[in-house]
C-alpha cells in the first residue's frame, strides 16, 4: 500500500492517462493484504505536439506554406506560359501563348498542372522559408558570440592570420542555404508540375505521370535536371533573399519605420525577384532543356551541353528566351509571396507569443 500511494504522488500532468497494470501471482489474503500493482505512464503525444506547434519555427514554417499556395492559386496561369516559352514550346510571344493554350486546352488549360503544383509550392515554401529563419538567426547568433571572443589565429612564420565570420552576411548564407534544402527535397515535384505543364496530353495525370518517368528514367528520372538546379538556385536564391533583407532594413532606416506596411512589402519582394531572376535566367534555361527535354526526344547530357545547345541554335539571346513572361511571372509571385508571408507570419506567431 505503501508502495502503490507513493506511486500516486508522483503522477504527472504532462503524462497520458495510459497505465499498465502487472499483477504478481502470490498466495495472499485478499482481505488483509491487497494485490502488489506497478503503473507504468507513457508522455502524452498530443501535449507535446501542441507545444511543437506553438514555436517560432512553426509558425514561419505554416507562414510559408500558406504563402505559397496562395500565391500559386492566382498566378499559375502565368507559371504555365513561363514554362512553355522557356522550353520553347509553341509561340515565342506571351500573348501568342496564351491564346494557343486557351484554344487548344481551353481556360482550364491555363492551370494545367497546378495540382502537381500546388503540392509542390506547399512544402517548398514551407522549407525555403523555414529553412531561411532558422540559418539566418543561427548565423547571426554565431557571430555574436565570434565577435565577443578573441578570433582564432593561425601563425605562419611572422605571418598571422586571423578567422572572424563577420565578412559573411548571415542574409545570403541562409539564402543559400534555404534554396538548396527546398530544392533537394522537392524536386521530384518540380519534374512532374512540368511534364504536366508541356505535355499535358502524353501525361494526363499525376499517377501516370510518376509510372512513365519512372519507367523511362527510374528514380534518377524525378531528379531530372538536379545538378543545374542546384547551381541556377545558388546565385538566385542567395541574391533574392539578400535583396529583400537589405533593401527592407535599408528603406526603413531611410524612412524611420519600424516596419513595412502590404504594399512596400509587394514592391520590395517584385524587385528582389526581378533582380535575382536576371542574374540566373540562363541556368534556368539550361534546368529546364534537361527536365523536359526527353518530350522532344533530344536531352542534352548536362547543363553545359544545354546552354551550348541554346547558344548554337538561337545564338546568345536564346539564354533569355522567356525572360519577359518569367519576369511577369516572378514579379508578381515574389511581391505577393513576400506580402502573404510577412502577414501570416504576423498573425500566427502573435497567436503563439499570446498562448
Known amino acids: 500500500m505503501a508502495l502503490q500511494s507513493e506511486l500516486q ?20 489474503d485478499l482481505e488483509k493484504d491487497p494485490p502488489f500493482v506497478i503503473r507504468f505512464q507513457l508522455p502524452d503525444i498530443r501535449l507535446a505536439l501542441k507545444d511543437c506547434l506553438r514555436t517560432r519555427e512553426a509558425g514561419e514554417f505554416f507562414s510559408g506554406a500558406l504563402a505559397g499556395a496562395m500565391t500559386k492559386a492566382v498566378l499559375a496561369p502565368l507559371e504555365t506560359i513561363r514554362t ?30 497546378n495540382t502537381i503544383n500546388m503540392l509542390r509550392i506547399i512544402p517548398t515554401q514551407a522549407i525555403e522559408f523555414g529553412t531561411f529563419e532558422c540559418v539566418k538567426r543561427a548565423m547571426t547568433s554565431a557571430q555574436e ?6 578570433c582564432p589565429k593561425v601563425q605562419l612564420g611572422h605571418v598571422s592570420l586571423s578567422f572572424s565570420l563577420s565578412w559573411i552576411s548571415p542574409v545570403a548564407v541562409a539564402g543559400a542555404a534555404a534554396g538548396v534544402v527546398s530544392t533537394l527535397v522537392c524536386h521530384p ?9 508541356v505535355n499535358a496530353e502524353a501525361y494526363p495525370s499525376i499517377s501516370i505521370a510518376v509510372s512513365k518517368i519512372y519507367k523511362d528514367g527510374g528514380i534518377g528520372g524525378l531528379y531530372a535536371g538536379l545538378s543545374p538546379t542546384l547551381i541556377g538556385m545558388l546565385p538566385y536564391s542567395t541574391c533574392y533573399y539578400f535583396m529583400y533583407d537589405t533593401i527592407k532594413k535599408s528603406y526603413c532606416l531611410v524612412k524611420k519605420k519600424k516596419s513595412l506596411n502590404r504594399v512596400e512589402m509587394l514592391l520590395l519582394g517584385a524587385l528582389s525577384g526581378f533582380t535575382a531572376s536576371t542574374i540566373s535566367f540562363p541556368l534556368e534555361v539550361a534546368r529546364k532543356r534537361l527536365m523536359v527535354g526527353a518530350l522532344q526526344g533530344k536531352c542534352p ?7 551550348s545547345e541554346v547558344i548554337r541554335e538561337e545564338g546568345l539571346m536564346g539564354l533569355y528566351r522567356g525572360w519577359g513572361a518569367s519576369c511577369l511571372k516572378v514579379m508578381p509571385s515574389s511581391g505577393i509571396t513576400w506580402m502573404f508571408y510577412e502577414a501570416w507570419k504576423d498573425i500566427l506567431l502573435v497567436e503563439r507569443r499570446h498562448l
Open 189 to 197: 515535384l518540380e519534374v512532374l508540375k512540368d511534364r504536366l505543364t
Open 301 to 307: 547530357p548536362h547543363m553545359v551541353a544545354a546552354l
Open 84 to 113: 512553355r516559352m522557356v522550353v520553347g514550346v509553341g509561340s515565342k510571344k506571351i500573348s501568342g501563348s496564351f491564346i494557343e493554350v486557351i484554344e487548344q486546352q481551353g481556360w482550364q488549360g491555363l492551370w494545367a498542372g
Open 9 to 28: 504522488k508522483k503522477k504527472c500532468s504532462v503524462f497520458g492517462d495510459v497505465y499498465g497494470v502487472m499483477m504478481l501471482t502470490k498466495e495472499l
Open 145 to 150: 558570440k565570434w565577435n565577443q571572443t578573441e
